[in-house]
């Protein structure tokens, strides 16, 4: 399923690009190269991104330009990257984060 807008009313056609091949929670799927991790997930039907410390409470996309901490998952190995900020490159290794993440680097708060 893609969720991506093919045809925009005012933007026009949705140039393709370079397609490239990231792995999610396991799940491989197609990219365009450059676009940011968030509109690959959203275009794909994720929307839970991670779970909170203290609560365990799901999160997901919130203001969408990088200034609060709702999108953040482990991304290549590295916990509380803001995935509506970091473009997508080949061979990414994105994970739901749950809590501080695997190397429990910093809270990314509740």
């Given at each position: 399923m893609d969720l991506?807008?093919?045809?925009?009313?005012v933007?026009?056609?949705?140039?393709?690009g370079k397609i490239?091949?990231?792995?999610?929670?396991?799940?491989?799927?197609?990219a365009k190269e450059g676009e940011k991790i968030l509109a690959v997930l959203l275009a794909n039907g994720i929307i839970i991104n991670r779970y909170t410390v203290k609560r365990k409470e799901p999160r997901g996309l919130?203001?969408?330009?990088?200034?609060?901490?709702?999108?953040?998952?482990i991304v290549d190995g590295k916990p509380n990257v803001r995935t509506c900020v970091t473009p997508?490159?080949?061979?990414?290794?994105?994970?739901?984060?749950?809590?501080?993440?695997?190397?429990?680097a910093g809270d990314v708060g509740d």
């Open positions: 991506r807008v093919a045809d925009h009313v933007l026009g056609a949705n140039d393709p490239v091949e990231i792995t999610v929670d396991g799940k491989k799927m197609k919130f203001c969408g330009i990088g200034q609060c901490t709702d999108c953040a998952m997508v490159r080949e061979g990414m290794v994105i994970e739901t984060q749950y809590g501080l993440g695997k190397r429990g």
